[in-house]
């Protein structure tokens, strides 16, 4: 028996997300998800969680730098962030390695912004991801670790470990740069879980004394209807609970 974590991203973009994110706590589905702090669904989530309807201990930070409005001004200044005011999320193209001085500043007041927001409406965040796994990109994350961990988070989301399928050279390079980066999570003070994926990932896989993330999507479908990770069939999600079931479901709160 593992340990998992299974975490619902993007709670807070939308109210119709919010809706099926508490549905997964309460159907067993999920135990824990992160909070974006810039989109349409913040005020919403947060009422939901003043409200007992969400887990107050299983809640994180969705860091965004992707979509949506920014909450600090410099940072829409920044062509390689932002376009008309808002994030364009053609940052996650390719590789981030390397930023300027002005990049670093704004992004670190930014990253700084949406944490504060966080804790301003009474939520302490188990732990921090990235919205399109941005806090995974280099520059950014090797940027904004100072503030992370001077705000008191202390537990971060692995690089993902489990389901790449890139072969070839490209594939050597990409499983090289996880393993690293997860390396200097570790070294940076970060506590993490041992691996990370998406629930087919781990279905077939035996799972003993580790301790795992489980990222999970609620998708919208063409008629309105919030999937798990997209997928429009009960056999899924009755999946997915037979797997918790079978481990010891926790949240961040819990390493």
């Given at each position: 028996?593992?340990?998992?974590?299974?975490?619902?991203?993007?709670?807070?973009?939308?109210?119709?997300?919010?809706?099926?994110?508490?549905?997964?706590?309460?159907?067993?589905?999920?135990?824990?998800t992160t909070l974006l702090a810039n989109l349409s669904g913040f005020d919403d989530a947060v009422e939901r969680?003043?409200?007992g309807k969400i887990p107050e201990n299983a809640?994180?930070?969705?860091?965004?730098?992707?979509?949506?409005?920014p909450l600090t001004n410099g940072i829409i200044n920044e062509p390689r962030f932002c376009r008309d005011s808002n994030f364009h999320g053609e940052i996650r193209r390719k590789p981030v390695l390397n930023l300027s001085s002005s990049e670093k500043m704004n992004l670190r007041l930014e990253v700084s912004a949406q944490i504060k927001k966080v804790y301003e409406a009474g939520i302490k965040p188990t732990h921090l991801d990235g919205h399109h796994?941005?806090?995974?990109?280099?520059?950014?994350?090797?940027?904004?670790?100072?503030?992370?961990?001077?705000?008191?988070?202390?537990?971060?989301?692995?690089?993902?470990?489990?389901?790449?399928h890139?072969?070839?050279?490209?594939?050597?390079?990409?499983?090289?740069y996880k393993f690293q980066f997860n390396r200097w999570l570790s070294l940076s003070g970060f506590s993490t879980t041992n691996r990370m994926g998406e629930f087919t990932d781990f279905f077939e896989a035996?799972?003993?004394?580790?301790?795992?993330?489980?990222?999970?999507?609620?998708?919208?479908?063409?008629?309105?209807?919030?999937?798990?990770?997209g997928i429009a069939?009960?056999?899924?999600?009755?999946?997915?609970?037979?797997?918790?079931?079978?481990n010891n479901l926790i949240t961040f709160h819990s390493l």
């Open positions: 028996m593992a340990r998992i974590i299974v975490n619902a991203d993007d709670f807070g973009l939308d109210v119709g997300t919010n809706n099926a994110i508490q549905l997964g706590f309460e159907d067993g589905l999920i135990s824990s969680i003043r409200q809640v994180g930070i969705h860091l965004n730098l992707t979509q949506g409005k796994h941005i806090h995974t990109e280099w520059a950014i994350f090797q940027s904004s670790k100072k503030t992370i961990l001077n705000s008191r988070i202390s537990k971060i989301r692995l690089s993902r470990t489990a389901g790449i890139f072969s070839g050279v490209k594939g050597l390079l990409k499983k090289l035996p799972l003993e004394n580790e301790i795992v993330e489980i990222m999970t999507h609620f998708v919208r479908d063409a008629s309105g209807n919030y999937n798990l990770d069939k009960d056999e899924y999600k009755l999946l997915a609970k037979a797997f918790n079931e079978k």
